[in-house]
């Protein structure tokens, strides 16, 4: 994660505003603290994006029933590419958990 200008440029102000000179160790300190908001921010983020993904999802049971018809009268045919893609992100998903 990079750290933009600005945030240290606010850190070293909000120090010198405070009459403190700023040691190596207080700056590092305090860029780690805004650095692990950004990413906390980020994460939040993320979480929300994946809940409304999972609310969007149709309901498993009727994927599942449409696919068990579809196979038993012979009009599921999935491609290679489409069979390769399933794989693939069933290996990610492996790897996840």
């Not at 700056?27 to 950004?38: S, Y």
């Not at 994946?50 to 609310?55: K, L």
């Not at 999802?57 to 009268?73: C, G, K, N, V, Y």
Request: charged share 35%.
């Amino acid at each position: 994660m990079r750290i933009s200008d600005n945030e240290v440029k606010k850190i070293l102000s909000q120090t010198a505003d405070a009459g403190a000179t700023p040691t190596h160790a207080l700056l590092v300190e305090e860029i780690k603290e805004i650095g692990a908001e950004a990413e906390r921010r980020a994460d939040a983020e993320i979480v929300k994006q994946v809940v409304q993904d999972v609310i969007q999802t149709p309901d498993r049971e009727d994927m599942i029933s449409s696919l068990r018809a579809r196979i038993e009268a012979g009009t599921y045919n999935p491609s290679g590419d489409d069979i390769a893609e399933a794989m693939i992100r069933r290996s990610i998903a492996d790897r996840i958990k």
